[in-house]
T-cell receptor, first 112, second 112 residues
Framework: DVKVTQSSRYLVKRTGEKVFLECVQDMDHENMFWYRQDPGLGLRLIYFSYDVKMKEKGDIPEGYSVSREKKERFSLILESASTNQTSMYLC???????????FGSGTRLTVV | GENVEQHPSTLSVQEGDSAVIKCTYSDSASNYFPWYKQELGKRPQLIIDIRSNVGEKKDQRIAVTLNKTAKHFSLHITETQPEDSAVYFCAARLAGNTPLVFGKGTRLSVIA
């Protein structure tokens, strides 16, 4: 009963490529989030969205952009991938009221 | 903005002993405090949460306590088992529809 689906589990991309990470949720949640997870640094917020076509920068937005054309889908875009963007990327969703997130399984991106 | 500190970063306990992980937060306006468990290679999953109008919450072998005056909250796991071995993240959320701010995580190892 997977509720937040990330399109790829593992990705290997070349430096300079444009990379798309897709996330889809089937819980009709208003909020969606992109985090990256690195050892010793925990979960750092990249971008989030509270509604369709709405986006807000998180703590580390540089080098990333997002798109939310439909309520259930939130895409993370690496405009020009760099080796320091090698990481685990986690998507999450939540309802508007203060409940916890449901996370996707993550995409482990390696940029070579 | 909110800042969450989590200690310890690693914790080893003998099976059957108790484990305690502590988090402090900076903004007294935070009102929601979830805990996530992330097993190796898996997504973070919500295990327990507490709101600011409650001092303690328990669910079988896990409990969370909140001290609003001191601005800290703790996760308590009793009668630990090998399957409790994982990384645990605490988080805090300001009032309103704002993103969670995560601690850096605690790697718990339960030694059989």
């Amino acid at each position: 009963d997977v509720k937040v689906t990330q399109s790829s589990r593992y990705l290997v991309k070349r430096t300079g490529e444009k990379v798309f990470l897709e996330c889809v949720q089937d819980m009709d949640h208003e909020n969606m989030f992109w985090y990256r997870q690195d050892p010793g640094l925990g979960l750092r917020l990249i971008y989030f969205s509270y509604d369709v076509k709405m986006k807000e920068k998180g703590d580390i937005p540089e080098g990333y952009s997002v798109s939310r054309e439909k309520k259930e889908r939130f895409s993370l875009i690496l405009e020009s991938a760099s080796t320091n963007q090698t990481s685990m990327y986690l998507c999450a969703s939540s309802p508007q009221t203060p409940y916890g997130y449901t996370f996707g399984s993550g995409t482990r991106l390696t940029v070579v | 903005g909110e800042n969450v500190e989590q200690h310890p970063s690693t914790l080893s306990v003998q099976e059957g002993d108790s484990a305690v992980i502590k988090c402090t937060y900076s903004d007294s306006a935070s009102n929601y405090f979830p805990w996530y468990k992330q097993e190796l290679g898996k997504r973070p999953q919500l295990i327990i949460d507490i709101r600011s109008n409650v001092g303690e919450k328990k669910d079988q072998r896990i409990a969370v306590t909140l001290n609003k005056t001191a601005k800290h909250f703790s996760l308590h796991i009793t009668e630990t088992q090998p399957e409790d071995s994982a990384v645990y993240f605490c988080a805090a959320r300001l009032a309103g529809n704002t993103p969670l701010v995560f601690g850096k995580g605690t790697r718990l190892s339960v030694i059989a």
